[in-house]
């Protein structure tokens, strides 16, 4: 399309088309449209914002990596603009991301995780003194983020004081059940020295080794779901604190429970292996059945978590070359 003057790409709607195209995440249809002309890159709308602003606003990672790999060395130019408005980039990546951004993330604790990554990630590209600059309405970027995000910030601890309260009540029952079964032990124990009468049995040993890590590990996740509650919700613990609490809380709550089930299956193990001898592989079976439950709800939700902590900033997502040369 480079034979196209600028009024004929107004008449058949070009810029809308790329603009609708940066909403949707067509990342394609972008580079394409940047490879066939490449000086779309340098053109604004109304509100004076350029396809790399319309980027950060519409929370668009592939595509906003795609155009800033391909202004290289004009990434300078482009980064130290302003809007109508007096918005710098990190102004617009202050503002509250469009939802339905905002809805492919689970939670709204880790909702305010990635909105505090975008900011960081878009603020690092952009020149220090604009971090102190302020906009029309006489807002740095810090001071709008937290105008923008005052809401979901209240929306995160309401879901994370939620999420941690109702671990801590699993944790408590876990922890609660294998101190009392410490002292409960199968087959009873010596009258006349108090050793365990099961003592030299294999299954013995899994039983108090399981019986011990589960104790440990749900006193564990106790305490971190209880430092959770307890923590006081600054705008910056969203980022790593408190989903680094969550990620170990959940991952020592499951621990509790698959040691729980080998206790179980242990003690089982020990009191019917005279009389029925194969009962050790349903108990087996029947123990992994809670055990992928649990996997399988709370799994995916870790898998997010880490994602979103150790993953890293925008620019770690796959790019979209271009063949072109740059400009």
């Known amino acids: 399309m480079p034979y196209l003057s600028k009024e004929q790409l107004d008449k058949i709607g070009w810029d809308e088309a790329i603009y ?29 914002r350029a396809i790399i602003a319309h980027a950060i606003i519409q929370r668009q990672e592939m ?12 990434t300078r130019i482009a980064v130290t ?13 202050a503002k509250l991301g469009p939802q339905s951004q905002l809805d492919r993330i689970s939670g709204a604790a880790l909702q305010m995780q990635r909105e505090l990554e975008w900011f960081e990630e878009v603020s690092r590209i952009a020149p220090p003194k604009h971090m102190e600059e302020k906009n029309e309405n006489n807002k740095t970027p810090s001071e709008l983020f937290t ?5 979901l910030e209240r929306e995160g601890e309401r879901w994370m004081k939620n999420t941690a309260a109702s671990s801590m009540v699993v944790a408590t029952l876990i922890a609660a059940v294998m101190f009392a079964s410490a002292f409960t032990v199968p087959g009873g124990n010596d009258q006349q020295d108090g050793t365990p009468i099961l003592l030299n049995h294999k299954a013995f040993l899994i039983f108090v080794i399981s ?21 006081r919700y600054a705008e910056k613990d969203f980022h790593k604190s408190l989903p680094r609490k ?28 005279k009389r029925l ?3 050790g592989i349903p108990v087996i079976i029947l123990s992994l059945i809670p055990i992928s439950l649990y996997a399988s709800f709370q799994f995916p939700l870790l898998i997010e978590i880490l994602i979103y902590t150790c993953g890293g900033g925008v620019f770690k997502h796959k790019k979209v070359t271009s063949n072109k040369k740059r400009f």
Not at 81 to 93: E, I, M, R
Not at 147 to 151: G, K, L, Q
Not at 212 to 229: D, Q, R, Y
Not at 248 to 270: K, N, P, Q, R, W
């Open 246 to 273: 969550l990620i170990a809380g959940l991952f020592t709550l499951f621990l509790s429970i698959v040691t729980m089930m080998a206790c179980f299956g242990a003690a089982i193990s020990l009191l019917l292996e």
């Open 81 to 93: 603009g302003y809007d109508k408005f007096a918005n710098t980039f990190p102004h617009l990546a």
């Open 63 to 74: 595509i906003f990596s795609h155009v800033y790999d391909y202004l290289g060395e004009n």
């Open 277 to 279: 001898k194969w009962v």
């Open 211 to 231: 019986n011990a890590l589960s104790l440990f590990s749900s006193s564990t996740s106790l305490l971190l779901f209880l430092g959770i509650l307890t923590s």
């Open 20 to 48: 609708d195209a940066i909403k949707n995440g067509i990342v394609e249809f972008v580079a394409e449209a940047i490879e066939s002309k490449p000086d779309i890159i340098w053109r604004k709308d109304k509100n004076g």
């Open 147 to 151: 105008e923008e995000h005052a809401e």
